[in-house]
């Protein structure tokens, strides 16, 4: 019987066809010369471009990679989801296809678990390589965060996290947000569940040129942050949260 890895990788694609194949040769490198047996998951999130027939072409070269995904588009929480139901590492983390940080930032999150830690996440130190409308979305987002939330984290969106396996697992079975919103959903349950995340300053090399539309964007982010909100109220996460803080 195959021996379970020391750590997964998910990397969530979407229309990803101009840059995944250096993306998955950059993180393959990175990861051989890295001290843990590993396998690397690449999720299609119904991309409508040639991303899911690249990543069967690089899985059919090493059996380490495996790539999975689904017809419809669904968002990047969708795709986590389905990754973190394939993975079998003690450890799970994830990264962006446009590696905004780099790959050895992986190994940051991933040492802050072997200290203790059950949720690592990766904290920008600057938003520099974002233009204009990003930032100003993201400072929006913030203040609508704090305004209707538990969490008091600086930093949710940072697209770099990594989980000791069954925390991991808890926490993105109780998700109900498939979009950009199931970041923040992680905060919420690890804060109320007393979960502790442990925060690793990342430094942004590059980032693609953003999806990010302000006017339909900012509409989006406080549906859902009100849908997060709604389902509080309600006790909707209540056995996700008593799940995650069981021993």
């Known amino acids: 019987m195959p021996t379970s890895p020391d750590l997964s990788l998910l990397v969530p694609c979407y229309e990803e066809e ?3 194949e250096e993306t998955l040769r950059r993180l393959v490198e990175h990861l051989e010369a890295s001290r843990w047996s590993w ?3 690449v999720v299609d999130d119904g991309s ?4 899911a027939e690249i990543a069967r072409t690089f899985a059919g070269r090493d059996p380490r990679v495996v790539a999975a995904g689904y017809p419809r588009n669904r968002g990047k929480g969708g795709a986590l989801k389905e990754g973190f139901a394939r993975a079998s590492g003690a450890k799970i983390a994830f990264v962006d296809a446009d590696l905004a940080y780099g ?7 991933v040492e802050a678990l072997e200290g203790g830690a059950r949720f690592a996440a990766g904290e920008r130190v600057s938003d520099a390589g974002y233009g204009p409308a990003r930032r100003l979305a993201s400072a929006l ?3 609508l965060l704090r305004q209707l939330l538990p969490t008091e984290d600086r930093d949710t969106q ?7 396996a069954e925390a991991g697992r808890r926490l993105f079975e109780g998700l109900r947000e498939e979009g950009f919103a199931f970041d923040v959903e992680l905060f919420v349950l690890s804060r109320l569940s007393g979960l502790p995340v442990a925060r690793v300053p990342v430094e942004m090399r590059h980032r693609a040129e953003s999806r990010v539309r302000l ?3 900012s509409l989006r982010m406080a549906r859902a942050l009100a849908r997060i909100r ?5 006790g909707e996460y209540a056995a996700t949260l008593e799940a995650l803080a069981a021993p």
Do not use: Y
Not at 48 to 51: I, L, N, P, V, Y
């Open 18 to 20: 101009a840059s995944l």
């Open 39 to 41: 396998e690397l998951i």
């Open 48 to 51: 409508r471009d040639g991303t």
């Open 103 to 109: 790959p050895e930032a992986i190994d940051a999150v």
């Open 141 to 143: 987002f913030g203040a």
């Open 158 to 164: 940072c697209g770099l996290k990594a989980f000791e």
């Open 215 to 217: 006017g339909r964007d």
């Open 230 to 234: 709604w389902r509080l109220q309600r």
